[in-house]
């Protein structure tokens, strides 16, 4: 039968937007390269994928559609496909450390929450997004209070300086001998004559990056500088 846009459809499409913001908002809140929309929107976008492929491709009969044919699974089927490639877009490789891994796992969750959302099966859609959620939040917890004294006691720092070429080299001394072990870094010159610096440095697991961001302020001739952490 043709599908109608009543109660059912509207509970489906506002708890994936619910359920998709609530795994965004923890990934929003971490500074994640697919925070809030994101994940509302590849929650949403498999909801209503799941819906079509429910409802607008039939297998039997009917008078509006008399000579139905096709597979309710085909449309769904493809949403695990497409995940993959915006999933792969969130991994980011510095040098020998890779970045993104729990980020594209996450929306392959969220995709998942999103097709439930759209089949109907609301506790499932429920259960999952509580589960994810847990294991984002608790399990962070415990490696960062509990596994210290494991091979998690360094963090990766992203450092982006923009200065004039004429302090370029200081800072660049400063990136390679005073922050922690370096694993790459580039200069490129900007469209102004400036510089941009960029390194990718394993450092300590209680170095503190606001000190860090402090301390390069202070090198004659530094403008612009970010400082961050790379974490799952």
Sequence with gaps: MPLSFDIT?????IL?????????????????YAGLRTNILV??????????SIYAFPLAADSVHPQAFGDPARIAAQILTGIGFIGGGTVLRHGASVYGLTTAATLWIVAAIGMACGTGMIALAIGATIVCV???????TVEKNFLKQST????????SVICEEKNAENVH??????????????????ENNEYEISASIIASSDIDINEIYRKIQKIDGAGTV???ENYE
Excluded: P
């Design 9 to 13: 459809i509207l509970i489906r499409f």
């Design 16 to 32: 994936a937007v619910v359920l998709g913001a609530t795994i965004g908002l923890e990934r929003e809140l971490t500074n994640k």
């Design 43 to 52: 929650c949403l976008g498999s909801c209503v994928f799941t819906i079509l």
């Design 134 to 140: 847990l294991v984002l939040v608790a399990i962070r």
């Design 152 to 159: 998690k006691n360094t963090k990766n720092i992203q450092i």
């Design 173 to 190: 001394s400063y990136l390679i001998t005073s922050v922690g072990t370096l694993q790459k870094i580039s200069k490129k010159i900007m």
């Design 226 to 228: 970010s400082v961050q």
